[in-house]
């Protein structure tokens, strides 16, 4: 699998890609290694770049200690990034019976990893802090592709019932990333407060 070709046509000509990525074979662990974690880098290096340099204090020490906040909230947002893609993928394989798909954890995967591209790489904004909202906008494209995912359909999923495999799905991860962000905020500002 060439990655840039890979990202141009699932974001180009979405339909047809899930076509090939339906018959691809590929292990979890390479499409993680291989593509979710070389993807999911760009917007956590590029919130680095944008807050601790370009949005980051001028001020001696107190820009040494907001960069290396900065920096383990980099570290701490790619983790978070990879490990709510991984559960979605294990969602999605968990709600296949129920709308009445076939559990197939390596295509569960794909739809999770490969529905995140346009958001991973519109991340590359992040750069920029105030550009931050067309990344929302480039996610919700992901979740077009979500959408195709289901559609393609890789889990075999009927056509009457893709509709509420998707809204389920994401509602399912919105909930989930809302708790482990407010779990992190938290650990986050404990550790701001003992360093003061």
Known sequence: MDLVSRVQQIILK??????????????????????????????????????????????????????????????????????????????????????????????AMKIAVYSMTP???AGVLYIIPFLGILVFLASIYSIYLLYLGFDAPLMDTPKEKVGGYLVVSVIVVIVLMAVIWIILGAILTVGAYRAI
């Open 14 to 107: 979405p339909k047809e890609e899930w076509i090939k990525i339906k018959e691809e074979e590929i292990s979890i662990q390479q499409l993680f290694i291989s593509y979710a974690a070389i993807l999911a880098a760009i917007p956590a290096v590029a919130q680095f770049l944008g807050l601790a340099i370009i949005g980051g204090s001028k001020i001696p020490y107190i820009g040494r200690s907001i960069f290396l906040r900065t920096f383990s909230f980099c570290i701490f947002y790619y983790i978070v990034s990879l490990v709510i893609v991984y559960l979605l993928g294990f969602i999605i394989n968990a709600l296949a019976p129920t709308f009445s798909s076939k559990q197939n954890q390596i295509n």
């Open 119 to 121: 958001a991973w790489v």
